[in-house]
């Protein structure tokens, strides 16, 4: 078998972990970004919601029309686990098929070029991983499945209950990964607050704040999807003692209506919301991203309105909006009242709007601040800037800054390191600095 390797990686960050397992145990291919000249290509895809599920299929296909004769075509993730029958009848162009459970094997199934379907879902321990896109920042997945009955989410239905990875499997990665050179780690999952509690622990976040603080070389760590029924004012005590952990909150509430979020089948009302987001928003340097449904069965005008100015007022600083995406086997899919898809898309591109003001608020208000800063490279815009993000950001999602000047013009400002800097101005929705690089 010749060896060039096309990866395409869909949908999430967890998604990304895995391609990244994908990748590690096919080092000894070497990468290339043209599909046409590739032995192998492996799509990583995302079955969600019917958008992503047509980005999926797109990708595909559009990869199949691309490559040469003797290659071999992968399709692997969620879409395939969750339509494994429909896509291996209605897709022959695909050479291999797998689902969720077999990124450690894809090795094997490339040599014996078999399809296969584990009966459970992979749950990284120990793989080695080729982490991609920064040479100081790594995902590190948590656990895999989900143990809410949100009633839109389709999640648990092909990736079944929680499945908790232990604390020594997650402390090792990190040290394999420190070794490496990285220093910043965002922790994700679908459910990351309900972290250890299929192990019977119930703070198993905080036990992992605990752990992470004692590995050396960690300056920076986020955690991304608190679900609000299983975050607790502790654990939010805990992040914001942690000296460690950022006041970062990746807590995507979804709605804030009472009678929605009982429709929703969220397991926690607007009290509970607020409660939590009031806590975090006392917290110093505290950062609030958060995700709203709009559309979802049942919701009224009066409901979105109350969303809407929600979002407006609450003092977000970031916010993501999706429009609902009617799923078999969710419990949504069968509820009546349907909203029609004009009125959703009508109500979405309200929200952007306010997302764009909220977005804007937030970058304002770093105006004169001093701040760690990260430089990750050149930027796009011109060949005398530098494109860094703040530290506390998550990467790629919250936002760049422009680095555009320096208080010591003969020092050079090193890729991938941490410097002070001060938020000068707006440009858009992108921020600029001067950094000192004498620190």
């Known amino acids: 078998m010749s060896n060039k390797l096309h990866v395409v990686s869909l949908g999430c960050n967890k998604n990304l972990v895995d391609t990244e397992v994908m990748m590690g145990r096919l080092k000894s291919f070497s990468l290339t970004n043209d599909a046409t000249e590739a032995d192998v290509i492996i799509v990583n895809t995302c079955g969600f919601i019917d958008a992503a599920k047509e980005e999926s299929v797109n990708t595909i296909l559009n990869l199949h029309d691309q490559r040469k004769d003797d290659s071999i075509l992968v399709v692997a993730g969620c879409l395939s686990e969750r339509y494994r029958e429909e896509l291996a009848e209605e897709m022959p162009e695909v050479d291999i098929f797998t689902g969720v459970g077999d990124y450690e094997r894809i090795d094997e199934l490339l040599a014996n070029k078999e399809s296969r379907f584990s009966d459970e879902v992979y749950l990284i321990d120990g793989a080695e991983r080729v982490v991609t896109g920064s040479n100081y920042h790594a995902y590190i997945k948590l656990s895999e499945g989900c143990n809410q009955v949100c009633s839109f989410c389709a999640i648990p239905s092909f990736k079944g209950k929680l499945n908790s990875r232990s604390l020594d499997s997650v402390a090792k990665e990190v040290e394999s990964l420190v070794k490496q050179g990285y220093y910043d780690f965002s922790f994700i999952s679908q459910d990351s607050s309900s972290y250890l509690r299929d192990k019977d622990i119930k703070d198993g976040l905080s036990l992992l704040i605990q752990r992470i603080e004692l590995i ?30 950022h006041n970062y909150f990746d807590m995507p509430i979804q709605h804030i209506n009472d009678d929605m979020l009982k429709i929703m089948k969220r397991g926690f009302g607007k009290s509970k919301t607020l409660e939590l987001l009031e806590y975090m928003r006392k917290l110093p340097n505290s950062f609030i991203r958060t995700s709203f449904i709009v559309g979802h069965p049942g919701e009224t005008e009066e409901m979105f309105e109350e969303m809407k100015e929600f979002a407006r007022d609450f003092g977000f600083d970031r916010i993501n909006i999706f429009e609902y995406s009617d799923e078999e086997t969710t419990s949504a899919y069968d509820m009546s009242e349907k909203i029609d898809e004009d009125t959703i898309h009508n109500r979405a591109e309200i ?12 970058l304002e208000a770093e105006i004169g601040k001093e701040v760690d800063i990260v430089i990750d490279g050149e930027s796009e815009e011109h060949e005398f800037l530098l494109s860094a993000k703040e530290l506390i950001w998550a990467p790629e999602i919250d936002g760049e800054v422009y680095v555009n000047d320096r208080t010591d013009d003969e020092a050079e400002l090193l890729f991938g390191k941490i410097y002070k800097a001060k938020i000068t101005s707006i440009v858009g929705d992108i921020l600029t600095a001067t950094v000192d690089n004498k620190v």
Do not use: C, D, H, W
């Not at 999807?225 to 004012?233: E, F, G, H, N, W």
């Not at 709007?353 to 977005?359: G, N, P, S, T």
């Open 216 to 245: 050396e070389g960690v300056k920076s760590a986020r955690i991304l999807y608190l679900y609000p029924s299983t975050t607790t004012i502790k654990l939010l005590e805990n992040i914001g003692t942690s000296e460690i952990f």
């Open 351 to 362: 929200l952007e709007e306010i997302q764009a003001e909220v977005l804007q608020r937030s």
